[in-house]
């Protein structure tokens, strides 16, 4: 397929993909056309739900688009499985064995300091 070629089916999906956003709005339906380009699943699921509304228009998109998107939609899951983040792997556990206690040695107490002589009325002067 020319360059030429695909820019224009890309524009034509483009264009159908809001417009089928817009007519399922009015009929009360909102859905995410980022999602909807990135995402096979969800896009044959929005495309079953627009071809069961009653709204004539939104039927008729949903079936041009379904036209257009035939080997996207044909993906399945294969692309949302690369779409979603692998799983982090298990941690490593390592096994360490206790440790026996260890007794510390702290140094003797220091008896309280003492104040000088003759502070204490010193002190009661100053009150």
């Known amino acids: 397929m020319s360059e030429a070629m695909s820019?224009?089916?890309n524009r034509t999906?483009?264009?159908?993909q809001s417009r089928l956003f817009v007519a399922m709005k009015r009929a009360g339906r909102v859905i995410?056309?980022?999602w909807l380009q990135h995402n096979?699943?969800?896009a044959r699921a929005v495309l079953d739900i627009a071809g069961h509304m009653?709204?004539?228009?939104?039927r008729d998109i949903a079936r041009r688009l379904r036209g257009l998107l035939g080997d996207?939609?044909?993906?399945?899951?294969?692309?949302?499985?690369?779409?979603r983040p692998a799983p982090a792997p298990a941690p490593a556990v390592s096994v360490v064995p206790p440790?026996?206690?260890v007794a510390v040695a702290l140094p003797p107490a220091e008896a309280a300091?003492?104040?000088?002589?003759?502070?204490?009325?010193?002190l009661t002067s100053l009150r």
């Open 72 to 83: 996207y939609l044909a993906q399945g899951t294969a692309k949302v499985a690369l779409l």
């Open 13 to 16: 999906t483009f264009a159908l």
């Open 40 to 42: 096979a699943e969800y």
């Open 99 to 101: 440790t026996p206690p």
């Open 54 to 58: 009653q709204d004539e228009e939104v």
């Open 113 to 122: 300091p003492v104040a000088p002589a003759g502070l204490d009325r010193h």
């Open 32 to 34: 995410d056309l980022v």
């Open 7 to 9: 820019t224009s089916l």
